[in-house]
């Protein structure tokens, strides 16, 4: 297994160490894992937007196995982010606010919610009405939240999980 690390934005040196530092921790609590589920991946790390970003990758061969660790929905992927953000805190001491990606999985569906962003805010501009999207989890709102204020309209998060959604509004 091999690690690749970037940086791709301006946090502040001591907190990018730290969050460095996270993805280090998650990296290692992550080869176990796969090490233990006999799956080959590599781990890359990042430090994106103020997260410790870290992402098992692998060969085209490879990447049909490893999609198994996101599950149909994510919700297998949200859990393994859950336990590796533990991981991570149980050596800190600090809660994390790692993002965890899996052969693609989130940035397949990030790019997919930008558009039902893109349809949601065109339905608003054209009829003046709040529109409330199909429930969603936290990152999935997050995705939906940016592209909505990226194009200067307002959204806000509502309900009570499993069936919080997003509801986009005129600004």
Request: aromatic fraction near 2%; glycine fraction near 8%.
């Amino acid at each position: 297994m091999t690690r690749q690390v970037d940086q791709e934005n301006t946090v502040e040196p001591v907190a990018t160490k730290r969050l460095e530092e996270e993805g280090e921790i998650a990296a290692d609590y992550l080869e176990e894992l796969l090490d233990i589920v006999d799956l080959d991946g590599d781990i890359e790390i990042d430090v994106d937007h103020g997260r410790a970003a870290v992402e098992i990758v692998g060969e085209p061969d490879a990447v049909r196995s490893l999609r198994r660790l996101a599950g149909t929905d994510g919700e297998v992927l949200d859990a393994l982010q859950e336990l590796t953000r533990l991981a991570v805190q149980a050596k800190t001491g600090d809660r994390s606010r790692l993002m965890l990606d899996v052969a693609g999985y989130r940035a397949g569906r990030r790019a997919e919610l930008v558009k039902v962003a893109a349809e949601a805010i065109d339905k608003v501009r054209s009829s003046g009405q709040p529109l409330a999207l199909e429930p969603m989890n936290p990152f999935e709102r997050k995705v939906v939240h940016d592209a909505v204020a990226e194009a200067g309209l307002v959204s806000d998060s509502e309900g009570v999980e499993p069936a919080r959604h997003v509801v986009v509004r005129q600004a």
